[in-house]
């Protein structure tokens, strides 16, 4: 059953507890999203704040409560309907000991070299085809990309899977500030009808999101819209 994903997401009061820890890292979060809303969420380093998306692309799942995707939950849906539905920006962008095509072709397997390079293009990335174009190896034994470049193919990649939900882990930490403005509008732009969560610690692009929330020790402690925090 492979429905057209819509993209609500609803989270009823979660918690998650690592296994080798005692404190619930994630404590009776609740979030509602439908289609094309857009929240930041915000909070100290070590709040919870990644452990509650790789919640909802069901990496674990929570000991307490309950996430849904388009009002069914997680445990129901197939793994691949949900690699479908869901893009991650994550922290860490992973760079495969591979070609450069190799690694745009996971987000896109049935995507063209046009289309890849074209990504690359958008995120500033172009230099990387000097050369060998899409055959550039990146990392060992190829060439080595910088934190910037890193996180850059992590949102050609998104641009790429162009799924209609978009989680992003701080998907600017690192960039100058004005190729964070550049990425951020692409992203944003790219994510007009799409459902965005959005987690950072800088107060750049806040104005753009429906819901703004404060995370504190795996609780939400506050919930407002831009104008009021
Ligand atoms: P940051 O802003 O630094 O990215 P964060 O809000 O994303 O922080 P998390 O990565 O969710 O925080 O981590 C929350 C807490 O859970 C931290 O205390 C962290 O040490 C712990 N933690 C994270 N991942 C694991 C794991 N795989 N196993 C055990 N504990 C973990
Ligand atoms: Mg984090």
């Given at each position: ?11 009823d009061n979660i918690s ?8 619930p890292?994630v404590s009776n979060v609740s ?33 307490q409560g ?152 795996g609780e939400i ?9």
């Open positions: 059953h492979q429905a057209v994903v819509h993209g609500d997401i609803s989270i998650y507890t690592y296994h080798d820890s005692e404190q890292v979030i509602k999203l439908k289609k094309g809303e857009k929240l930041a969420l915000l909070g100290r380093t070590g709040c919870g704040k990644s452990t509650l998306l790789q919640l909802i692309t069901r990496n674990w799942d929570p000991q309950q996430i849904s995707i388009d009002g069914v939950a997680l445990p129901s849906w197939h793994e691949t309907s949900l690699r479908t539905a869901i893009t991650v920006v994550s922290q860490r962008v992973d760079v495969f000991n591979g070609s450069l095509r190799e690694n745009l072709v996971l987000a896109k397997p049935e995507g063209t070299d046009e289309e890849f390079k074209a990504s690359l293009v958008r995120v500033g990335l172009e230099t990387l085809l000097e050369d060998k174009g899409l055959d550039t190896w990146l990392g060992e034994g190829g060439r080595q990309i910088s934190g910037g470049e890193r996180r850059r193919l992590g949102i050609a990649r998104a641009l790429l899977h162009n799924a209609p939900i978009l989680l992003l882990d701080e998907p600017t930490e690192g960039l100058d500030r004005r190729t964070e403005q550049q990425i951020l509008s692409l992203l944003l732009e790219h994510a007009k009808d799409k459902t965005v969560l959005f987690i950072t610690h800088r107060l750049v692009g806040l104005e753009q999101m429906d819901h703004i929330c404060l995370m504190d020790e402690i506050e919930r407002g819209q831009h104008q009021e925090l």
